[in-house]
């Protein structure tokens, strides 16, 4: 059925549709942005905590990739919390969790524990608590759009962490700033609470929810939107080892997975060493850099924009998934592979023109959510999601960890920012050559 005639259909059977999805995606961007500024919480503070707390590059990057090993090891776990038990439920308990641990990492050094110990588990547990959340994200955006505003509505939750730090690396800067690297912590997690209140009253099940009219969730159903996930949570588990085998075996998802570790390189990057770069190679202090860092977040936020809706605007006018979802990737990892040339210029204001770009180009081809939209298993989408995503923030162990070796072994960032660079090429090795037809998997009995 086409958008016109689901529109139509929608209006017949009750009246003009009700807007609440999009309600739904702003809370879901807004969660997102706070989620992303709980991991970059380390990166920000890091600085001024390392100095205070005596701790070394090298133990800083193992800090920064706790975060990661717990997240990686707790997707396929969460995922499958969120089919047996519902988005909401899960979802609501793990914001409310990494925000309560986010605030005690601000009492490190106050407490008789050991430091690094202390932050090393605090962070890992918060990756943990998160593992939920954008598989959770996946899952609202597969029940609550139809197929032709999934690619815009996974852009925009995805792009939240860019616009995170646009907002929040500048209030974190000058948090340290002003009142101590403390600060942060408790600040972002009182923030956490407030969120979960929110999505705890206002997120539901499409067929639940109070505000929602029949024209819409006609206008969802008819255009692929899975509007009884919720309901169907824990009546009908097909979790097995043996349909994890199945998407472990699937060509098409072991490069999009592929595909989603490498551009988590630059994510990673992003979130975790790119204040320290400004702050250590380039000679800004902490507030500069805060300040600094948002002009590329920025362009990252609009690039995600771009990206989901010329992926949409694609499919609507080809009906290819491939031309619609590969096209915008090629184009964004593209202009990703620019943060290679910040090696050979010395000028700050071109330093951050070309991360702008960059993380521009990072923004558009951001279309991995939208993509296990259109491709999940429909009965074990949470455990595919959580699959996918355990894949993509492998990145956020080795990166980390990689460019603190590098840094600490050569002196420079300039290995660490080819590093970055060539794995933009290899996303696209990953969805032109080994992905192939973009198709939604069915499981074999």
Known sequence: ?????????????????????????????????????????????????????????????????????????????????????????????????????????????????????????????????????????????????????????????????????????????????????????????????????????????????????????TLIEAGGGLIHMEEAAGAKQVFSWHNVRQLLANRMLLGIYLGQYCINVLTYFFVTWFPIYLVKERGLNIMEAGVAAAAPALCGFVGGLVGGYLSDTLLRRTGSLDIARKTPLVIGMLLATLIIACVFVEAEWLIITLMAVAFFGKGVASLGWAVMSDVAPRDLSGVASGIFNMFGNMAGIVTPIVIGFIVAGTGSFDGALVFVGLHCLLTIFAFLVVVGPIKRVELKA
């Open 1 to 217: 059925m086409s958008v016109a005639d689901s529109v139509h259909d929608a209006k017949r059977l009750g009246g003009k549709p009700t807007k609440v999805r999009h309600g739904i995606i702003a809370l879901i961007f807004i969660i997102t942005a706070l989620n992303y500024a709980d991991r970059s919480t380390f990166s920000i503070a890091g600085a001024a905590a390392s100095h205070d707390l005596g701790i070394s590059t090298v133990q800083t990057g193992f800090i920064l990739s706790a975060f990661a090993w717990a997240y990686v090891l707790a997707q396929i776990p969460g995922g499958l919390l969120l089919d047996r038990f519902g988005t909401r439920r899960v979802y609501a308990a793990a914001i409310a969790i990494w925000s309560l641990l986010t605030a005690m990492q601000g009492l490190a050094g106050l407490v008789a524990l050991p430091v690094l110990a202390m932050l090393f588990a605090l962070r890992f547990m918060v990756g943990i608590a998160e593992a939920p959340s954008f598989p959770g994200n996946a899952r609202l955006v597969a029940a609550w759009f139809p197929g032709s505003e999934r690619g815009t509505a996974s852009a925009v939750f995805n792009s939240a962490q860019y616009f995170s730090l646009v907002v929040f690396a500048p209030l974190m800067g000058w948090l340290v700033h002003e009142h101590g690297w403390r600060s942060v912590f408790w600040v972002m997690g009182v923030l956490g609470l407030i969120a979960t209140a929110v999505f705890w009253l206002f997120i539901r099940s499409p067929v639940r929810h109070p505000r929602i009219n029949a024209a819409e969730l």
